[in-house]
Nanobody, 120 residues
Framework: QVQLVESGGGLVQPGGSLRLSCAAS????????MGWYRQAPGKERELVAI???????RYADSVKGRFTISRDTAKNTVDLQMNSLKPEDTAVYYC??????????????WGQGTQVTVSS
């Protein structure tokens, strides 16, 4: 199992910035992918950004150029720097990780979610 703990959400004005952080722990030997998803009220959960162990990143079109994902593979942490925030970025943000146990089994998990509200 993978345990993920997020921090850094909150209320910010349009145009402002926030940084989300997530730390992974548990019976996981190596983490392949870490990333962030979000879910707004009445909408499905959607990809925001992911990063592989090799540093390859993928972003939703709606956040390209404004959000930056980064990862510390030694510490099993992933951060999301969010700049130029817009009201439509308001959502609960979830950390995600997928990796492998020492026996080679794939495991993944979700964080509990952290609220990001962009409003004046």
């Amino acid at each position: 199992q993978v345990q993920l703990v997020e921090s850094g959400g909150g209320l910010v004005q349009p145009g402002g910035s926030l940084r989300l952080s997530c730390a992974a722990s548990g019976s996981i030997f190596s983490i392949n992918v870490m990333g962030w998803y979000r879910q707004a009220p009445g909408k499905e959960r959607e990809l925001v950004a992911i990063i592989t162990s090799g540093g390859i990143t993928r972003y939703a079109d709606s956040v390209k150029g404004r959000f930056t994902i980064s990862r510390d593979t030694a510490k099993n942490t992933v951060d999301l720097q969010m700049n130029s925030l817009k009201p439509e970025d308001t959502a609960v943000y979830y950390c995600y990780a997928q990796g492998y146990t020492t026996l080679g089994f794939s495991v993944d998990g979700w964080g509990q979610g952290t609220q990001v509200t962009v409003s004046s």
